[in-house]
């Protein structure tokens, strides 16, 4: 019987509680981001693309996911990098870009295709302005050697997290 009445009694608090909210109760200012970026390399020199930041946010990234499909037997680096003022002085300078190297896993060959492919949970910010400059996110491939003739080689980058303003 007193396993009865903890239940009642968990039972009318969660009621009384109501139900969970999926929104805080604080406005955050997050705004939801995602995006794919494709990368196709066209041998062992890297290939890059870029991605544009909405002016004035910042670009938190929690998740990174990358697939790679390259001709069978060969393989494929990649990387993104990000621009964050480290040191605080309002000038866009090497000590504000960071490489994030991608570990690839092996998922096989299909069809004369090599899948390599990779999912981390990071957490990267990325700032659309340091000073004057605008910036962006880059992604960069490159091959193991030169494909054969004709073959298809591709890197796709997921990018989920949030916007936010750039703090002032």
Known sequence: MTGMRIGAALMVACALAGPASAQSKVDSGRQPFQTRIIVQPLGNGFQTQLM???AGKRLV???VSVITRSP???RMEVNYFTY???NGDNVADISDITFHRVALTDQGTFDDTSIAAANDRVL???DEQIGTQHMKVGVQARLNGMPPAG???QAQFTFSGYLEALPR
């Open 52 to 54: 544009d930041i909405p």
């Open 61 to 63: 990234i929690e998740n």
């Open 72 to 74: 069978a037997g060969m």
């Open 84 to 86: 964050l003022d480290h």
């Open 124 to 126: 990267v910010f990325a």
């Open 151 to 153: 073959s298809f080689s």
